[in-house]
């Protein structure tokens, strides 16, 4: 099996790092990795995709995303800080409610039933 999060691939190449189990992911639910010096929020939707953002909340300064209510706006996956409630695509990073703030986004893979994640 492998999911790659296409959208959030950088160009050039990549460099993976193993955080974990797919099978260790709850589906709508978030979960914290350090990957390097990164802290990254790493989500698996209902569907079985897998998406990657910065674990820090622009709005509180907090590492609290991989804690947020993950859901949908118009179609898109979603989650909404636990702090103050604004909602971040998963696909993009950007703010739903202010399209002027985003948290950054990184690729995600599986391979082998482990989850990669790349900050490159």
């Known amino acids: 099996m492998t ?15 193993p955080v974990c189990s797919y099978t260790d992911l709850l589906p709508e639910r978030g979960a914290a990795v350090l990957v390097g010096a990164e802290q990254v929020a790493l989500f698996r939707t209902f569907d079985g995709a897998l998406y990657a953002l910065g ?11 991989s804690r947020g209510i993950v859901g949908t706006r ?5 989650v909404a ?12 990073g950007a703010c739903v409610d202010d399209p002027g703030v985003a948290v950054p986004t990184y690729a995600v893979r599986v391979t082998d039933g482990t989850v990669e994640v790349s900050v490159a």
Not at 55 to 65: C, F, I, K, Q
Not at 74 to 78: H, S, V, Y
Not at 81 to 92: C, D, G, I
């Open 81 to 92: 800080s636990p702090m103050h409630k604004q909602v971040f695509s998963l696909a993009t």
């Open 55 to 65: 674990n820090l909340d622009p709005y509180s300064g907090a590492y609290v995303m």
């Open 3 to 17: 999911i790659l999060n296409e959208t959030a691939a950088p160009a050039g190449r990549l460099h993976w790092t």
């Open 74 to 78: 118009n179609g898109e996956p979603t």
